[in-house]
């Protein structure tokens, strides 16, 4: 499986952005996917995953109720539409597939879980 992830861009705080990933691969409907983000100086961070199959959703924290993950199936692309953008969603953002275990929550956003991961997207937002 291959990923590219795109979207990103620089936008005002209160602004939104979506971003894709587009993958290859005849059995990506599959895989759980995941968008992870890193910020200078910072660990890179879960933000949201979707599961193959069932499409069941997991959100980190400070993302629930601004950012929604989605997948087209047919199209082989999973999007992240963010709304609500604050200064501290600025990173450099990545989408990640593997098969994580969604029924262990702890386990969804652990970046080890997933197997392939495309290059990052800038996403800036200023205050």
């Known amino acids: 499986v291959q990923l590219q992830a795109s979207g990103g861009g620089l936008v005002q705080a209160g602004g939104s952005l979506r971003l894709s990933c587009a993958a290859s691969g005849r059995t990506f409907g599959r895989y759980g996917v995941g968008w992870f983000r890193q910020a200078p100086g910072k660990e890179r961070e879960f933000v949201a995953a979707i599961r193959g199959g069932t499409g069941t959703t997991h959100y980190e924290d400070s993302v629930k109720g601004r950012f929604t993950i989605s997948r087209d199936n047919a199209k082989n692309t999973v999007s992240l539409q963010m709304n609500s953008l604050k200064p501290e969603d600025t990173a450099v953002y990545y989408c990640?597939?593997?098969?994580?275990?969604?029924?262990?929550?702890?386990?969804?956003?652990?970046?080890?879980?997933?197997?392939?991961w495309g290059q990052g997207t800038q996403v800036t937002v200023s205050s």
């Open positions: 990640a597939a593997g098969f994580p275990p969604f029924a262990i929550l702890s386990a969804i956003g652990v970046s080890t879980m997933y197997d392939y």
